[in-house]
């Protein structure tokens, strides 16, 4: 069932450990395939020097084990949470990356301060409020879910395709498997150059306020050179 996705979910979660964004069993990546409605998620606390694509599991968006010998990824409800709310995306990794966690322990946006970071992410990366206790105690990681929704109520998932959950870490989604890792990457990188700029800013405590917001039109037009009808950079998808 499923074998293609299963390779790939695989060999997503292998590129984590090789970009360095994981250590030990620190993260987790999926995909979803549509037209059935059913996931394909790396097993919980699985040594990636071990692991191999018949080892991924496959779950319903309800996070039953459809099949699969081992136990899906303990934050599967999360990834599950994200496919219900956001239908535009087909992949969804999870990883405690240094400095986006550092970020994301401060309770801080990355702030949209560079290029690079506008030519992936339209808005600062947003980072959730405090969980309750309630929700910690309750069906966590569903919730962490939740939190990740709710903060994305004014803000296209699809345009900013990355959130920080305080305390925690960052998620990121995209298109597809491959390309929510490649948005790990890019997140991972520009929260290391937000906090170099930061640190350059003042030598205070305090120096993330005072960090200033990149202009608007550069903003957009980082952004819209790679998405939208108008996007010009890279090769044409066309065939000539």
Not at 34 to 49: A, E, H
């Amino acid at each position: 069932m499923l074998e293609e996705l299963k390779e790939k979910v695989c060999k997503a979660n292998l590129e984590l450990v090789r970009h360095g964004l994981v250590l030990f069993t620190w993260g987790n990546a999926s995909a979803i395939d549509r037209p059935s409605g059913l996931v394909v998620i790396k097993p919980s606390g699985v040594s990636y020097d071990d692991m191999k694509p018949s080892d991924m599991v496959v779950v319903d968006l309800e996070g039953k084990v459809v099949e699969g010998n081992l136990r899906p990824s303990s934050d599967t409800p999360t990834h599950v949470v994200l496919y219900k709310a956001f239908p535009g995306i087909g992949g969804v990794v999870h990883t405690h990356s240094t400095y986006a966690t550092a970020w994301a322990q401060a309770g801080r946006n990355i702030p949209n301060i560079g290029t690079t970071h506008a030519d992936y992410f339209h808005d600062d990366i947003p980072c959730t409020r405090d969980m309750r206790k309630a929700e910690v105690f309750g069906e966590y990681e569903k919730e962490t879910g939740n939190v990740i929704v709710e903060r994305f109520r004014n803000i296209d998932p699809n345009d900013t395709p990355g959130v920080l959950v305080r305390n925690h870490g960052p998620f990121t989604w995209g298109t597809d498997v491959l390309n929510a890792v490649h948005n790990a990457v890019v997140l991972e990188e520009v929260a290391k150059m937000a906090f170099i700029s930061s640190t350059l800013q003042l030598p205070t405590l305090d120096v993330i306020e005072h960090v200033p917001s990149m202009n608007k039109h550069l903003i957009e037009k980082h952004y819209s050179r790679k998405h939208g009808p108008g996007a010009y950079y890279g090769q044409s998808k066309k065939s000539e």
